[in-house]
């Protein structure tokens, strides 16, 4: 079956710290990947997407993702994490043909001051 | 980028009453919709599939004659609690996939949270 698994469901950093979230997905054949960031109370607002092309993607507010065919991952990275960063992220996946996704369970990141 | 929204943002009826949420693509059209539910600290549960001129797709062990949706136009998905309960509270969100290239975007609206007294 495919899935979508988020190993960490909390992870803490200081401010200021580097910040690694993990993804890894279990499809036959390249998906299209995103990251999705949710506040307290509010809906999911885009990160970044992967489709095709570089695997290395930039985002907005800093954050970039990394797609490796060869772990089936998509890891989320920023060098610099502020105070407002902290929100539950979500990685989410679509596999070929259809356009439902996938949502892994999400991993709350809480930001130390 | 396109945009979603929800209306209302939040809302609290009394238990047996009918609540209705209504979910609107703004600038652009979307055939279909999609409902979830969310309960604290998890992820999207995916609800139904809601298609424009036709019946929803729901998932299994959603109740439709409970969560009633309707598609009436090309930006326009309602979702209808009927009879609610205390176990319906939760956070609804709705979402509307746009074409990109030879994929789909998904677009979420704001959320709704429901609270049932």
């Known amino acids: 079956a495919q899935s979508v698994t988020q190993p960490d469901i909390h992870i803490t950093v200081s401010e200021g710290a580097s910040l690694e979230l993990r993804c890894n997905y279990s499809?036959?054949?390249?998906?299209?990947l995103f990251w999705y960031v949710q506040s307290p109370g509010q809906g999911l607002q885009l990160l970044l997407k992967?489709?095709?092309?570089?695997?290395l993607v930039q985002g907005i507010k800093g954050f970039e993702a990394e797609f490796k065919r060869s772990q089936s991952s998509f890891n989320l990275r920023k060098p610099s994490v502020h105070w407002s960063d902290a929100a539950e992220y979500f990685c989410a996946v679509i596999s070929g043909g259809s356009y439902i996704p996938t949502f892994g369970r999400g991993t709350s990141l809480i930001v130390h001051p | 980028g396109a945009v979603v929204s929800q209306h209302p943002s939040w809302v609290i009826c009394k238990s047996g009453t009918s609540v209705k949420i209504e979910c609107r693509s703004l600038?652009?059209?979307?055939?279909?919709m999609f409902w979830y539910r969310q309960f604290p600290k998890q992820s999207l549960m995916l609800m139904a599939t809601?298609?424009?001129?036709?019946?929803?797709?729901?998932e299994q062990g959603v109740e439709k004659d409970k969560f009633l949706i309707n598609h009436a136009s090309l930006t326009l998905s309602t979702l209808t609690v009927t009879s609610a309960h205390p176990e319906d509270s939760s956070f609804y969100i709705c979402s509307a996939p746009n074409r990109v290239g030879s994929s789909y975007e998904q677009y979420f609206g704001p959320g709704t949270r429901l609270t049932v007294t």
């Open positions: 992967y489709f095709s092309g570089d695997t």
């Open positions: 499809y036959g054949a390249t998906p299209y």
């Open positions: 809601s298609n424009e001129g036709s019946k929803a797709t729901y």
């Open positions: 600038d652009f059209q979307a055939t279909t």
